[in-house]
Structure formats: C-alpha cells, structure tokens
C-alpha cells in the first residue's frame, strides 16, 4: 500500500520520492510540477491540455489568488491585474500601451506619442495637439497657439513676437506692425505711416525709390528706381534726377560720356529701321531715340 505522508516542509509519495516543491498539501502522482494534485502557489494551464504548478504566472497571464490560478489576460496585454481590455499594465511587442485608459493600442490618441523604447503612449507637451518622438517636438498646436519651428507658442497681439529665449511676447521694432524678431530688419508687415524697402520699414522712400504697391500686397512699399535714377516719379522711363556721370534726356539717364548725338539724318535712319528699340546705335542718337520712346 502507497501511504503519502505530509509534513511541515515536503509532501512525500514513499514508494516514489518527494513530490515537485511547488505541490500543495494533497500530494502528488510524481515527481515534476505537472503532476501535482493542489499548488502551493499558482496553477497555470487547463484540465484538458494539462496543468503545471507554478510560483508566479508567466507574461500574459495574471495571479487570481483565491483561485490560485493562472488566468489569460485580454489578448495584447503583456502584463494585466483582470482579464477586461481596459485592465493591462504593459503590452506585446508591436503595441503600446495606453495609460490613460489602460489599454493596449497600435497606434496612439491625439495628444499623444509612442514611445518604442517603453512600448508606452506617453504625452505630448500641454500646447502640442499632435508630436512626433518627444513631447516637445510639436508638428499641431491647440487652437490659440502656433507653431514655430517644432515648438507650440501662444498667438502674440500685433506688435509683438513670441520670445524663445524668455518663453513670452516681446514686442518688434517700432517700424514693425507685425514680425519675427525685434530688429528694424526683422519686420513681416509695417506699422501704420510706414512703408516697406527692401528689407525693413521706413517713413519715406530712400533716394531711388519711389513710393508704389504691389500685386497682391496690401502693404506700401518703396520700390527701385530705373538703374542710374537719383530720384523719380515711377517705373519705366520717370526720372527727375540722375547720378553723377549721367545726364537727363526725356526723363532717362544717359551716361554722358556715350551720348554722342550723330546728324538728324543718322539718327531718322536709325529711328525709321526701328534700330532705337533693338539698342543699336542708341549711343549715337540718344535724343532720338529717347525722345521717341524707343
């Protein structure tokens, strides 16, 4: 007759040795932790595939102690506390896990970015919508706030940029309505009275400008001049005054060292083959030739 005997510290089958040490109190049909009648700690499989004793559930299972079971967490969860989709604590390779709804998820909400390394959605920075690797690498703003570079910074009144260094709205240069720094060259649009040249705002045109509008632009500009303009009244053929070197013939500068004014019937020679419009021989006949438009 086998007699199973139990003591404080080993479960004994005499005919075979002593049960595997994970075994409980009801003995055992063997030696390995499959064949244990009850577990000390946890069991982990099914009647019908077959059962092992265990001391801590594996990865993707959690520990019901009052059964002392091994149970199945929802699928995806690498680790979980239930088996409901909404109670995982990490998840398979492949997925991240959601903190804020404890779930585990492909691809994570608005607000959030995955994180490979921690397999975890962590935030993205409070003024990002969306962000991409790092909470701060911004690539959408939350209403009220734009986007600079890869950074979320709040929407500066007229008049003033937002400051990286000193994280706040600063204000432009007194010239500038709107702009992107606080130098006098830093403008995007002029401040009222103001008008653009080149690269920043002015009260009236340089020399060589004159004051005109573009296409499509709102903002007054100071525009260039005709090459050789000291001053003029617009585009085209409108100087009023030439610089050094050139002199004013029918409102264009002529350099006067090349102005040699050939004979009236030179110049109607020039002028009748249409030679004024190709530049051929204008040198000789600038007064012509200007004075026609040609």
Request: some cysteine; overall charge neutral.
């Amino acid at each position: 007759i086998d007699v199973i005997l139990s003591t404080a510290s080993v479960v004994c089958d005499c005919t075979s040795g002593p049960c595997h040490p994970e075994c409980g109190d009801q003995g055992c049909d063997g030696p390995d932790a499959d064949h244990c009648l009850n577990c000390i700690h946890f069991s982990l499989g099914s009647l019908k595939a077959g059962r092992t004793c265990v001391s801590h559930c594996p990865l993707g299972y959690f520990e019901d102690g009052e059964a002392r079971r091994c149970r199945r967490c929802h699928r995806g969860c690498e680790k979980c506390v239930a088996r409901r989709p909404n109670e995982c604590r990490s998840c398979r390779r492949g997925l991240y896990f959601d903190s804020k709804e404890s779930t585990c998820v492909e691809t994570c909400p608005v607000g959030y970015f995955h994180d490979d390394g921690q397999r975890r959605c962590l935030k993205c920075h409070e003024n990002c919508l969306k962000c991409l690797r790092d909470a701060d690498r911004c690539t959408a703003c939350k209403d009220g706030i734009s986007l600079a570079g890869m950074t979320c910074v709040p929407e500066c009144a007229n008049g003033t940029f937002f400051n990286l260094e000193e994280m706040k709205c600063s204000p432009c240069h007194i010239s500038c309505s709107t702009c992107t720094g606080p130098g006098l060259e830093e403008c995007i649009q002029c401040a009222p009275d103001y008008l653009q040249q080149e690269w920043r705002c002015v009260r009236s045109c340089a020399p060589g400008y004159y004051r005109g509008e573009a296409a499509g632009f709102t903002q007054r500009m100071c525009r260039k001049c005709e090459e050789h303009c000291l001053s003029c009244q617009g585009p085209g053929t409108s100087c009023t005054q030439c610089k050094d070197r050139y002199s004013l013939v029918s409102r264009t500068c002529i350099m006067n060292a090349t102005c040699n004014n050939a004979d009236e019937v030179f110049c109607e020679m020039v002028k009748s083959n249409r030679l004024c419009e190709k530049k051929l021989f204008r040198q000789f006949c600038c007064r012509t030739c200007l004075m026609t438009a040609g």
